[in-house]
C-alpha cells in the first residue's frame, strides 16, 4: 500500500507525458516513506469523455486517489498529499502546454476486514536481498 490511481482528461495526454507523470508520482509516494515498496502500486486511466468548468476545450482535470491501509495520522496522509500534488505539479510545468488543469487528489483508508492481498511482489523482493 498504497494504491494510487492518477485519473485525467484525455487534453492532458495531448500535451503531457502521461508516463512522466506516473513515474514521478510514483517516486514522490516513494520518497515520502508512507508507502512500502512491494505495496505501492501507481496507474493511470485516461477519461475520453468529461467536461471540466465552462466546457472550454483548455480545460483539464488530474485526479489522484491513494488507497491505504489504517494506521497512518492524519499528519502523515497530509504531507503525502502535499508530497505527491507538488510533485506532479512541478513535473507538468516543466513542460510547455497549453492548459488549465484542475488538480485534485483525495487519500482513502482502506477496511481491512475487506480487502485481500496476496502481494508475491514482496516475496520476490524479499528473496533477492
Do not use: C
Request: charged share 20%; net charge negative.
Amino acid at each position: 500500500m498504497p494504491h494510487l490511481t492518477l485519473e485525467y482528461s484525455a487534453n492532458v495526454a495531448e500535451h503531457h507525458d502521461i508516463d512522466a507523470l506516473v513515474d514521478t508520482i510514483h517516486q514522490a509516494a516513494l520518497n515520502h516513506g508512507l508507502a512500502a515498496v512491494a505495496g505501492l502500486r501507481t496507474r493511470a486511466a485516461m477519461r475520453h469523455h468529461y467536461a471540466v468548468a465552462d466546457g472550454d476545450p483548455a480545460n483539464a482535470f488530474i485526479a489522484i486517489v491513494a488507497r491505504i491501509g489504517p494506521g497512518r495520522s492524519v499528519e502523515q496522509r497530509q504531507s503525502f498529499i502535499v508530497a505527491l500534488l507538488d510533485a506532479a505539479e512541478a513535473r507538468l510545468a516543466s513542460e510547455a502546454g497549453p492548459l488549465t488543469i484542475a488538480w485534485s487528489m483525495e487519500v482513502t483508508e482502506l477496511d481491512p476486514d475487506f480487502r485481500v492481498n496476496r502481494n508475491r511482489v514482496k516475496e520476490r523482493i524479499e528473496a533477492s536481498l
